[in-house]
């Protein structure tokens, strides 16, 4: 049996249970270099515990998934938070779930950025992998390093089927 869901357009609003949005429509910002930068400052708290925690930067290179999408499995990491800035102005998706506790996750939620949207997730909130549309994608990836168990893997005991709009 496939349960079916369709991604919505991503906002701060819809989006704020599980983590941050990341974009430029945000309303911390202000002048820096003489007036020649735009700042957008402070968007996300980037979350880093456990054995010998740190903050790190990656680039990921993502290949992108068929559609509709057989959503099986989502993972969450318990000791720090993980943002995806995409390097290209494409969407891609983006699926959450609330945790239910020992239960595991719960229902999927998707959304759908809109180009140059990136997305903080908080820590210990249960997510799909990095899901680029339509053709490869580089991100910039902000998440913690360091000792310990940081990745949690959830699979559906029925996979859900994902819709774009």
Known sequence: MTRSLTAAPLTREAFAPFGDVLDTDWKNSFPI???????????????ATGPEGKVIISIFRGKPYDFPLKLGMVERHPFGSQAFMPLSPAPFLVVVCPDEGTKGPGAPQAFLTAPGQGV????????????PIGAPQDFLVVDRGGAGENL?????????EVRLP
């Open 33 to 47: 270099n003489a007036g020649m930068t735009e700042r957008f400052h402070d968007m996300a708290k980037v979350e």
């Open 120 to 131: 903080n997730y908080h820590r210990n909130v249960w997510h799909a992998v990095l899901t």
């Open 152 to 160: 949690q893997e959830f699979s559906f005991d029925a996979p859900f």
